[in-house]
């Protein structure tokens, strides 16, 4: 055993190697120049083609200014919430850099717990590598500046060197940006808002940011409480009284945010710049700092193909001036991804950032899918059976009962009650009584009834599976609906790039590809790692796959979709509108591209869905018409040139199983049943506690029902908030919050009057 001398001597020799190294360290950084360390770079992004499509970021909206042009109500809110002991400190803060290597060591964040001058030193750097030799790094330097650099200078470095979000690095174009003043002119409000976007813009900034979490209404409801803890903190500090506190206004109001990417630009390079933070697992703050090139799946010819397309609908379509009532803030959404690899090659997502319109459509989180949900239902009964057909797979030749109001029963045959205790009766759009009908059938002409009893038989939860098998994210189901008989109309949420990738698992013959916008990320020279391309995964049986598409192809010939039978190539496709009509889609595809569309009309003032009956001067809107009109003009341009395949032939699958109603007369086909005198109730119970809600999204006169041809569906109300997707849609982590069916085909050549492609 050693003796304590020795254990002694040891330890003092140890120490005093460290404070040797420390010593020869602190000796060799030098203190970098903030003119030259501070300067961002751009960022570059490229086609598919490897040409360059955007340019951003960099010094073009950085100006540094002096500390006496930096308001003290600045200088006091960046105190006060970022480091409130700055002036008496050295410059670095020991026990935030012990948790910032515990952090590294536990693979976390590193953030957090940096004094001002640690911060500064970091923004100067630009290099935000979670690593211990940059740590190590910015500690030297930082007690470096500490001991020789003045306390202003620090902070007047600080604060012109961080980014505050809207392309603004530094406070003067912070305060351009945000309040179109000089940051000498800022109030204490606007003070103190700049401070808090010091946080980190992504998700404080009330414009929104990238991400699901990082929506208008979460980053607006966030800048708030932190702007009331900043002044909360200020008095806590004495930076600021009590009485000078209750003079403060309220949270101030912003300028409008300004963009200079135009047309679809902006929302491709947001896909793209998301998709690349989640993938290298750094903050959007960083990656916005430059530096980066950064190539996509994104296809120009398709990107402008696309716009065309919902310019011109929306041209022939929408008219704000006479129809102000109904015609206004009307958005369309779209993208297009190749099945065979998930490549996101084309996306539309508004009007423009330079439009002022940020959200991008083609990433919504809240929109309703309606009728294009019930593909995921039959595919889950051609893998796993019903009950009655004691797990079975069945067949799209199976029998269901299609008539209107017709019972819903559980998986032991006992009716659903409505939550006034009686039995729960389903609503087709239309009221013929259609009898037994194939499930072929059904999905031709988007009837609802068979499709709810068929999800209950089933089981909600293998639709479920089956629709997250193919891409879709359980973040977008329908909590309030999953349980819910209701759940089978599609009153689930996913975005127009989700239902794209996922549908292109139908085109692909059950092989399933996660959607992505990013091959290759280069910085400093050498390519990052982590951006191969997707792995196949299998999503289901090829002949349940291939049968699927069999179904919505007959969909396209004969049934609601028949608008887009023309193209000229082989089409698969499904229509879906909503309850109350606050959405209609088209989603489609060929062994070559999947696309979806979705309409929606909505209040930017309170974020919610509202009703499109009346918009464009008709009574209602379906996905067979518009949305299949712009899917159409697309498609048509998107497929030119491509030697486009045969689906295959499915082999044959599952037993015929038959549902014969109660004894009812069978009408003939133009006959139709009275209209009901009123509507079903709710019901209260399902197997697993649902709560649908019968509804009607469309009255038996309206022509776009085409209620001789045995009508369409209507959905649920399946939410309202309108939001973005951000977060996991291939570049989105991946981002608005109706469903059921009411679709209808409209007249082949566009009952708009616009002439055929």
């Not at 609802?448 to 293998?462: A, E, M, S, T, Y």
């Not at 999947?594 to 996905?623: C, F, Q, W």
């Not at 015929?656 to 209260?684: C, H, R």
Request: glycine content about 10%; overall charge negative; proline content about 6%.
């Amino acid at each position: 055993m050693p003796s304590w001398k020795q254990v002694l001597g040891s330890v003092v020799a140890f120490l005093g190697v460290l404070l040797g190294i420390a010593g020869i360290a602190y000796a060799m950084v030098d203190i970098p120049d903030p003119n030259k360390a501070a300067q961002a770079e751009s960022n570059v992004f490229y086609w598919d083609d490897d040409s360059q499509m955007a340019s951003t970021g960099g010094e073009t909206n950085r100006q540094n200014i002096e500390f006496d042009q930096i308001p003290k109500s600045m200088q006091d809110a960046v105190i006060a919430a970022e480091n409130a002991s700055f002036y008496e400190d050295k410059g670095v803060d020991p026990m935030g850099i012990a948790r910032a290597v515990v952090n590294m060591a536990k693979g976390s964040e590193t953030q957090g717990g940096s004094t001002i001058t640690q911060q500064y030193v970091k923004n100067m750097y630009l290099k935000q590598d979670q690593t211990l030799s940059r740590k190590a790094r910015e500690l030297f330097i930082s007690i470096k500046v500490g001991a020789k650099v003045d306390k202003e200078e620090i902070l007047a470095g600080y604060l012109n060197s961080a980014y505050y979000g809207r392309n603004a690095y530094g406070i003067q174009a912070a305060a351009r940006a945000y309040f179109d003043v000089d940051a000498v002119e800022l109030s204490v409000e606007q003070s103190v808002f700049l401070a808090a976007m010091l946080k980190g813009p992504n998700l404080y900034s009330p414009d929104g940011g990238l991400g699901a979490n990082a929506t208008a209404e979460a980053n607006t409801a966030r800048a708030k409480e932190r702007w009331s803890w900043i002044l909360k903190r200020e008095v806590e500090t004495g930076m600021m009284t009590a009485a000078e506190r209750a003079k403060v206004k309220g949270f101030p109001k912003l300028a409008t945010k300004k963009s200079t990417v135009a047309g679809q630009t902006g929302y491709l390079v947001n896909t793209a710049k998301e998709y690349v933070a989640n993938k290298l697992n750094i903050p959007v703050e960083e990656l916005e700092k430059g530096g980066y090139k950064i190539y996509t799946t994104f296809n120009e010819k398709k990107v402008k193909a696309m716009e065309k397309a919902v310019k011109a609908t929306r041209k022939d379509f929408l008219d704000d001036k006479a129809r102000p009532k109904t015609d206004k803030n009307v958005q369309f959404g779209a993208a297009s991804v190749d099945p065979k690899s998930g490549a996101i090659v084309a996306l539309y997502g508004g009007a423009g950032h330079d439009k002022g319109h940020y959200t991008n459509n083609a990433d919504t989180r809240g929109v309703p899918v309606g009728s294009t949900w019930k593909p995921y239902v039959l595919a889950a009964a051609l893998e796993h059976g019903t009950v009655k057909s004691d797990g079975r797979p069945i067949s799209i030749k199976s029998l269901y009962n299609g008539n209107d109001l017709s019972v819903i029963k559980d998986q032991n045959g006992e009716p659903i009650k409505d939550n006034k205790g009686e039995p729960f009766r389903q609503k087709n759009e239309s009221t013929r009584p259609w009898g037994p009908v194939t499930l072929d059938k059904a999905m031709e002409q988007s009837i609802n009834v068979p499709f709810v009893q068929l999800g209950i038989d089933v089981g909600l939860d293998k639709t479920r599976d089956v629709a997250a098998s193919t891409g879709i994210l359980e973040s977008s189901f329908d909590k309030g609906n999953m349980s819910n008989a209701s759940f089978s109309l599609g009153t689930s949420t996913p975005s127009a790039i989700r239902m794209a990738d996922s549908y292109g698992t139908f085109a692909a013959s059950g092989a399933h590809y996660e959607p992505y916008s990013v091959t290759k990320v280069v910085k400093d020279g050498e390519e990052l790692p982590g951006f191969t391309k997707p792995k196949r995964q299998a999503a289901m049986d090829s002949d349940v796959a291939d049968t699927v598409t069999k179904t919505l192809q007959n969909v396209v010939k004969n049934g609601t979709g028949k608008k887009v039978a023309d193209v000229g190539f082989p089409v698969a496709g499904k229509t879906g509108t909503t309850d109350k009509n606050k959405s209609a889609w088209f989603v489609g595809y060929t062994r070559e591209l999947s696309t979806a569309v979705t309409l929606y009309r909505t209040d930017p003032a309170k974020g919610e869905l509202l009703s499109m009956n009346g918009t464009g001067g008709v009574p209602s809107i379906h996905g067979g018409d518009i949305p299949a009109q712009v899917w159409k003009d697309y498609m048509t341009d998107a497929m030119k040139g491509i030697d486009a395949e045969d689906f295959p032939e499915p082999g044959d699958i599952g037993e015929i199983f038959g549902d014969v109603p109660s004894p009812t007369p069978t009408p003939t086909e133009t006959e139709e049943a009275e209209e009901p005198t009123k509507e079903p109730e709710e019901p209260t119970n399902t197997p697993s506690a649902p709560d649908p809600t019968p509804s009607h999204s469309c009255e038996q006169w309206d022509p776009l029902c085409n209620n001789d041809d045995g009508g369409q569906n209507a959905g649920q109300d399946g939410g309202q908030n309108a939001g973005q997707d951000g977060g996991q849609d291939g570049g989105a982590s991946n981002t608005p919050d109706p469903s059921g069916g009411g679709d209808n085909a409209g007249e082949d050549n566009g009952w708009f009057g616009r002439p055929e492609n």
